[in-house]
C-alpha cells in the first residue's frame, strides 16, 4: 500500500468518528507541561481548529500551574498545598488572577490565527463557595452558569474559561482546572471530556490500560496502585461519566496531533474512562 492510499484509508476511517461528534459539544482541560512546550500548544490549537472546523463544539478550560509557579518564585512566596490544593493567599491569589488572564488571551490569540472565533467566558460563569479556611481564597463550586457557554457556542465561538470562579459577595477564587473542566462538562452534558497530561495515561503494575472502568479506578485508587497527581484527574473523570458525561480521556498532550489521534482513531490515545 503506497502513502497516499493509507492517507485516503485514514481519512475514511476517520469519517466515522466526524459523523459521530458532528454536533456535540467537547470539554478539553488544557494545561501542565503541553502548555510551556511550544510544539505541543502549537499541535493542541491546530486540533481544536479542525475540530470545530467538522462541526464539533469546543469548550476549552485552562489551567496555568506552572507558569503561576514560576511567578510565585520570582516574587519569593513559598508555594504550599494541602490535599493537592494551592493555599491561596492575597498575594498568591492576584499572581493566579494576572497569570489566567494572560493564558486566556493567549488562547484566544492562538485560536484566532487557526481562523477560529474564541471568547473569554470565565466572568460570571462559576459561583463558588469557601469552604475551607485553611486554603484561603481557594473555592468549592455550587453552580456553573451554563447558558453562557450555550450562547457562545450557538454564535460560533470557543469559550474559553479559566478555573476562576467569585463568592456571592463578589470575592475572587481559584479552582482546581481538572475540577473545573468535569463540572462543567457535567453542566452542559458533555460527549466527552478530555484532560490532557504530561503521561500516557494509567498504568496499573506497569502495564497501560487504554480503557478502564470507573468502579476499577477507584478501586486502583484505594489500593494505591493509582498515585500522586494522577489521582485528581482520574477522580475528575470518574465524576464527569458518574453524571451525564458519556466518557472522559486522559491523553498526553506532548504527543502530535493528540486530540485527533483519540477522537478519530479506532485505537485512540491514553486512558479511556466510562461509567
Do not use: W
Request: glycine fraction near 8%; proline fraction near 2%.
Amino acid at each position: 500500500m503506497n502513502k497516499s492510499q493509507r492517507k485516503v484509508d485514514m481519512l475514511v476511517e476517520a469519517l466515522q468518528y466526524v459523523k459521530k461528534f458532528a454536533g456535540k459539544i467537547i470539554v478539553i482541560k488544557f494545561g501542565g507541561n503541553a502548555m510551556i512546550e511550544k510544539e505541543s500548544k502549537d499541535s493542541i490549537f491546530t486540533d481544536i481548529a479542525i475540530l470545530k472546523m467538522i462541526g464539533l463544539n469546543v469548550i476549552l478550560v485552562h489551567g496555568g500551574g506552572p507558569e503561576v509557579d514560576k511567578e510565585m518564585i520570582a516574587a519569593n512566596i513559598p508555594k504550599k498545598v494541602i490535599h493537592g490544593l494551592r493555599v491561596t493567599d492575597k498575594k498568591t491569589l492576584d499572581i493566579v488572577d494576572r497569570v489566567f488572564k494572560t493564558i486566556n488571551h493567549e488562547c484566544i490569540s492562538a485560536l484566532k490565527k487557526q481562523g477560529i472565533s474564541a471568547q473569554d467566558c470565565t466572568r460570571g460563569l462559576i459561583s463558588t463557595i469557601i469552604r475551607d479556611k485553611r486554603l484561603g481564597y481557594v473555592g468549592e463550586i455550587e453552580h456553573i452558569q451554563s447558558s453562557l457557554l450555550i450562547k457562545a457556542l450557538k454564535k460560533g465561538y470557543v469559550p474559553v474559561v479559566s478555573s476562576l470562579g467569585m463568592t456571592v459577595d463578589g470575592q475572587l477564587t481559584n479552582i482546581n482546572a481538572d475540577t473545573t473542566a468535569t463540572k462543567i462538562a457535567q453542566s452542559v452534558h458533555a460527549e466527552k471530556l478530555t484532560i490532557i497530561t504530561n503521561v500516557k495515561g494509567v498504568r496499573i503494575e506497569g502495564k497501560f490500560l487504554s480503557h478502564l472502568g470507573s468502579t476499577d479506578a477507584t478501586k486502583y485508587i484505594a489500593s494505591g496502585e493509582i498515585t500522586s497527581g494522577m489521582i485528581p484527574k482520574v477522580l475528575s473523570c470518574v465524576d464527569a461519566v458518574k453524571h451525564d458525561v458519556k466518557k472522559a480521556h486522559l491523553i498526553n498532550g506532548e504527543i502530535r496531533r493528540a486530540l485527533l489521534l483519540e477522537l478519530f482513531t479506532e485505537k485512540g490515545i491514553g486512558t479511556e474512562i466510562v461509567p
